[in-house]
């Protein structure tokens, strides 16, 4: 089913059944749900087609955009990628496996210790975010800078009132 047929179904149902209730938001949340999980499945294939998972992309990109004679610490690195430690430990040993990182020990800190993107890994990084950024411009290139703007501006305004805690319980 369509994107939009499905919210709108969903939506509507809803409303048939609780008409007390305002589904409208529901609806902007289930369509901005669909269109991200619909872009991200993109850029999977993307990543899969280099070998990596989205989130070892994730872990190289963060080091690319950092410059390729930038080290960071696994701290930093979980901090930005949004990613527990653990799970981070898994992606620099897959990462570092396949040679696209290294790790050295952090002289300022032993329980600590600093990657850095190995050539290859800027050559992998930097192939993929081409393509993804060829990819994101193909999904909005119908659609006026003016409205663009727009969106933006409104996805920062939820992102904001996500943030703030208003939506706790």
């Known amino acids: 089913m369509e994107i939009g047929k499905y919210v709108d179904e969903t939506v509507a149902t809803w409303q048939e059944q609780r008409p007390d209730l305002d589904f409208a938001p529901m609806g902007y949340m289930l369509r901005f749900h669909a269109m991200a999980e619909a872009a991200m499945r993109k850029i999977e294939i993307i990543t899969?087609?280099?070998?990596?998972?989205?989130?070892?992309?994730?872990?190289?990109?963060?080091?690319?955009?950092?410059?390729?004679?930038?080290?960071?610490?696994?701290?930093?690195?979980?901090?930005?990628?949004?990613?527990?430690?653990?799970?981070?430990?898994?992606?620099?040993?897959?990462?570092?496996?396949?040679?696209?990182?290294?790790?050295s020990a952090d002289n300022s800190d032993r329980r600590s210790s600093l990657v850095s993107i190995t050539k290859s890994g800027a050559d992998v990084a930097d192939q993929i975010i081409e393509l993804i950024a060829k990819q994101s411009a193909r999904m909005y290139d119908a659609i006026p800078d003016k409205d663009l703007e727009k969106f933006s501006h409104i996805v920062s305004l939820v992102a904001t009132q996500l943030e703030s805690g208003v939506l706790t319980s």
């Not at 901090?79 to 790790?103: C, D, F, N, W």
């Open 48 to 103: 899969k087609s280099h070998g990596l998972t989205i989130g070892e992309f994730d872990v190289l990109a963060t080091l690319r955009r950092h410059g390729t004679a930038s080290t960071l610490t696994p701290s930093f690195i979980a901090e930005v990628a949004m990613v527990s430690p653990s799970g981070l430990t898994h992606r620099l040993t897959q990462l570092e496996k396949s040679g696209h990182i290294t790790r």
